[in-house]
């Protein structure tokens, strides 16, 4: 089973607040055959980095209102980590 995470973020640039989602593959394997549809109004991020366990520490997400490409760090990836 993939793991997934959800989080909530408001856009650097037009403030408004959404939801992200990102499925951590359980094996590379994973990520290649499975597709994983998300839920509608939430944005799939971008991940620029990940740890050891593959958990994302830098990602890019992109606003659903403007477009707006925010940084996700660390911090906000792992508060929601559940
Ligand atoms: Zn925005």
């Known amino acids: 089973?993939?793991?997934?995470?959800?989080g909530k973020y408001?856009?650097?640039?037009?403030n408004k607040e959404f939801e992200w989602?990102?499925?951590i593959p359980n094996k590379i394997s994973d990520s290649i055959y499975?597709?994983?549809k998300l839920s509608?109004?939430?944005?799939?991020?971008?991940v620029l980095e990940?740890?050891?366990n593959k958990?994302?520490?830098a990602a890019i997400a992109y606003c659903p209102e403007c477009g707006f490409?925010?940084?996700l760090n660390s911090d906000d990836l792992k508060e929601f980590n559940n």
């Open 1 to 6: 089973m993939s793991k997934k995470i959800t």
């Open 10 to 14: 408001i856009c650097k640039d037009c």
């Open 21 to 23: 989602q990102y499925i």
């Open 34 to 36: 499975k597709v994983h």
């Open 40 to 46: 509608e109004n939430v944005v799939g991020i971008r």
């Open 50 to 52: 990940t740890d050891e």
């Open 55 to 57: 958990f994302p520490i």
């Open 69 to 71: 490409p925010n940084q």
